[in-house]
């Protein structure tokens, strides 16, 4: 899809062009928030189909946003995986194919440009938080991010990097002048599978029976 509106614009320019108008102002560019969340399941997610209301903020964003209802991850590992996202390459191209080799981080490839480190050279405010070992410094990832946070601990929860990420956010409002590219990563619904005491007993096996009902 991305390519065919991209089609349309080079035709509508080059339209305007042949007819002698004026060249269509620039748009501004865009702020970019992205947030990964570890080893979350598509299928228990609502606007995915799932009966339980477990994700109800989650539905209420997917129900005015463009939802991707076939989107793969080409490894089942963390660090690959966003290398992956980050640089629209496949593993044996970028270079990280998995989360440590012998006790030790894979290198990223020569040439294997993040989009942090794109954005980065057009002017963004580029700035990271994350939540576990896996994507911390030592993968390669932090290459292109002006400000980055990791925790000193193996995992933390979200309550300890979104608030971060948050005070970023205000802070660039109210200093900012540039576009922002911000990545937020959590890891909350990783192994060891132990939620908060006020989630671990919301839901048990009698609601599958009853939606099967």
């Not at 305007?16 to 702020?31: I, Q």
Request: hydrophobic fraction near 40%.
């Amino acid at each position: 899809m991305s390519g065919t509106r991209a089609s349309v614009l080079l035709g509508s320019l080059c339209l305007v062009g042949a007819c002698g108008g004026s060249e269509p102002a620039a748009p501004a560019d865009p702020d970019v928030l992205v947030v990964t969340i570890d080893t979350l399941r598509a299928d228990k997610l609502g606007c995915y189909g799932y009966f339980r209301d477990t994700t109800p903020t989650l539905d209420s964003l997917a129900a005015e946003s463009l939802v991707f209802e076939r989107c793969l991850a080409p490894v089942s590992q963390t660090l690959p995986s966003h290398a992956t996202l980050f640089t629209g390459l496949h593993p044996y191209e970028h270079g990280l194919l998995a989360n440590l080799r012998e006790n030790r981080a894979y290198v990223r490839a020569p040439g294997a440009t993040s989009i942090a480190e794109v954005l980065a050279t057009e002017g963004y405010a580029t700035a990271a938080f994350v939540a576990a070992e896996p994507v911390k410094r030592l993968g390669g990832l932090a290459t292109g991010f002006e400000d980055w946070w990791e925790p000193d601990e193996k995992v933390v929860r979200a309550n300890s990097v979104v608030p971060r990420a948050v005070a970023w956010l205000d802070e660039h409002a109210r200093v900012g002048d540039r576009p922002f590219f911000l990545w937020v990563h959590l890891f909350d619904v990783h192994l060891p599978y132990a939620p908060p005491a006020a989630y671990a007993t919301r839901y048990g096996p009698e609601d599958a029976s009853n939606s099967a009902q």
